[in-house]
């Protein structure tokens, strides 16, 4: 089993972590190579509405199932080794939907937290949360504090909750936070660079998205992690998040590793004298070690926007 450090101050106690159990039908994660594992998976977890539909069921019924779906994929992210998932709960566009929709999923999202945590717990997930607070229930929000504080000396994986979340929301609030600073006189407007603002981002420690999931057969990223996918590889599948389960995982990260990731730079072709490959731009772009070149370094960020 693996173990974790707990305690502070020199009082650290060793925990160990509940393996995750293996998958019913007996399927094992595929061989990748340590380095070809995405380390930051992102799932849009669509299609629950269409699943239910088809069974003649109400749309709450497919988010029901969905819940199940979660804890197999949690499990066949630590059963690959894959440290980081965010999975996109309820985004801030979901607010349109009907009344009883939004209730039903404010009303399942924390009831899901609260079932789910000490599992996630017992397996060493840290669980953290992305989102606005306006607007989101307060049941809710006290749910997803009590896991953080909960699993937040787990290193076995992290899991990002993004709750009241959008990709553009999440910029906007940052250019927010940024202007207030330079408004105070604490931040230099001459100085301001990506790496400035992504400073400001809910979880300035995030890691950028390797691997952007969506399944259902829908092909946009609907405003998910829009600044941390900027180099993403994106998987489309066709099977309904119901229907899905770690093997689908698994088979997106084996697509994964088979993919050539360049970030803006290419090699000449083979027999070439010099120069750009034929039909590629020139590119001065140096990426850093997580393909982005962004300074993850602790940056101050308004509490009130600390997520």
């Known amino acids: 089993m693996a173990t974790a450090r707990r305690g502070l101050f020199g009082g650290a106690k060793q925990r160990e972590y509940l393996p995750p159990p293996p998958h019913p039908s007996g399927a094992r994660p595929p061989a990748?190579?340590?380095?070809?594992?995405?380390?930051?998976?992102?799932?849009?977890?669509?299609?629950?509405?269409?699943?239910?539909?088809?069974?003649g069921l109400p749309r709450t019924e497919g988010h029901k199932v969905g819940e199940g779906v979660v804890l197999d994929v949690l499990k066949g992210c630590l059963e690959l080794g894959v440290k980081n998932l965010s999975l996109y709960a309820f985004s801030t566009e979901n607010w349109?939907?009907?009344?009883?929709?939004?209730?039903?999923?404010m009303n399942f999202n924390r009831d899901v937290i609260h079932r789910r945590r000490d599992e996630m717990h017992e397996m060493g997930i840290r669980v953290r949360w992305a989102g606005r607070m306006p607007k989101l229930w307060k049941s809710v929000v006290q749910e997803l504090q009590v896991a953080e504080e909960m699993t937040r000396d787990n290193d076995a994986m992290t899991l990002y909750m993004c709750v009241n979340?959008?990709?553009?929301?999440?910029?906007?609030?940052?250019?927010?936070?940024?202007?207030?600073?330079?408004?105070?006189?604490?931040?230099?407007?001459?100085?301001?660079?990506?790496?400035?603002?992504?400073?400001?981002?809910?979880?300035h420690d995030m890691p950028d998205v390797?691997?952007?999931?969506?399944?259902?057969?829908?092909?946009?990223?609907?405003?998910?992690?829009?600044?941390?996918?900027?180099?993403?590889?994106?998987?489309?599948q066709d099977v309904l998040w119901p229907d899905f389960d770690r093997r689908d995982l698994w088979r997106a990260c084996e697509e994964y590793a088979s993919r050539d990731r360049r970030y803006g730079g290419a090699l000449p072709n083979e027999g070439a004298s010099g120069g750009t490959p034929s039909g590629e731009a020139a590119s001065d772009e140096e990426p850093s070690a997580d393909g982005d070149g962004l300074d993850r370094t602790t940056g101050a960020v308004p509490e009130q926007l600390v997520r």
């Not at 936070?177 to 990506?194: Q, S």
């Not at 405003?223 to 996918?229: H, I, R």
């Open 32 to 55: 990748i190579q340590s380095e070809l594992i995405p380390q930051h998976v992102a799932i849009v977890m669509d299609g629950n509405g269409r699943w239910a539909k088809q069974r």
């Open 96 to 105: 349109k939907r009907s009344p009883d929709e939004v209730r039903f999923l």
């Open 165 to 203: 979340y959008g990709g553009r929301a999440e910029i906007a609030d940052a250019a927010a936070a940024l202007a207030e600073d330079v408004a105070a006189g604490r931040l230099d407007p001459k100085k301001v660079n990506e790496k400035t603002l992504a400073k400001y981002m809910y979880h």
């Open 210 to 236: 390797d691997l952007f999931i969506r399944p259902s057969g829908e092909q946009r990223t609907s405003n998910f992690l829009v600044w941390q996918s900027a180099y993403a590889e994106l998987v489309f």
